[in-house]
Structures are given as C-alpha cells and as structure tokens.
C-alpha cells in the first residue's frame, strides 16, 4: 500500500510540476531515496545530502520488511509473556482454592 501511495504522488507530480508534491517530499526525506527507475524528472524533491541515486521503490519495500519483522518479534514476546502470565495465575487460583480446602 506504501508504494502505490509512492507512486501516486510520484506520478501526480510528473504531470504537474507547477504545484509541487509535500507527500513526495516527505517519502523521499523519510527513506532517504529519490524517483523510481532515475532521479533525474524529481530531483527538486530529493534531499540535498543524498549522493547518487537510490530506488524508492526497493527503499520502502526493504524498510517495511525489516519492520514488520521487528513487530513481528515482539508480538511474539509479548504473547509468550501473556501466557506465562496466565499459567501463573492459574496455578495461584488453584493453590489458594486447595489451601481454603484443607482450613
């Protein structure tokens, strides 16, 4: 979904240059990348401390990657700590419902 959004921005700023494109901007900023195939058509939009050229397209499909990877590991952590959680509590309930038992 982020690259068709890319996109979008990318080709609307292609057919009007006049108005400028803060969503294109703002891609290139946050991935430090600039255009898809060559940065020469959106240079003005490209960071100033950006050497070379670097395909935006490659840039979001890595960084999301990398992320969801991340969120996928803590998700995973989080789970089994909810689980623990749980078995613990368990066998308190059943501790303090065998101790009421044998008073």
């Given at each position: 979904h982020v690259q068709t959004m890319y996109e979008e921005a990318y080709n609307g700023y292609l057919?009007?240059?006049?108005k400028g494109n803060g969503t294109l901007i703002t891609f290139h900023s946050t991935f430090q990348?600039?255009?898809?195939?060559?940065?020469?058509?959106?240079?003005?939009?490209?960071?100033?401390?950006?050497?070379g050229h670097k395909n935006c397209i490659n840039e979001?499909?890595?960084?999301?990657s990398v992320k969801l990877q991340l969120i996928g590991i803590v998700g995973i952590g989080i789970a089994g700590f909810t689980i623990l959680g749980m078995i613990f509590s368990?066998?308190?309930c059943?501790?303090?419902r065998n101790s009421r038992d044998v008073i």
């Open positions: 057919r009007d240059r006049e990348c600039c255009g898809k195939e060559s940065s020469e058509q959106v240079q003005p939009t490209c960071p100033k401390e950006l050497l979001i499909e890595t960084t999301i368990m066998v308190l059943c501790a303090i």
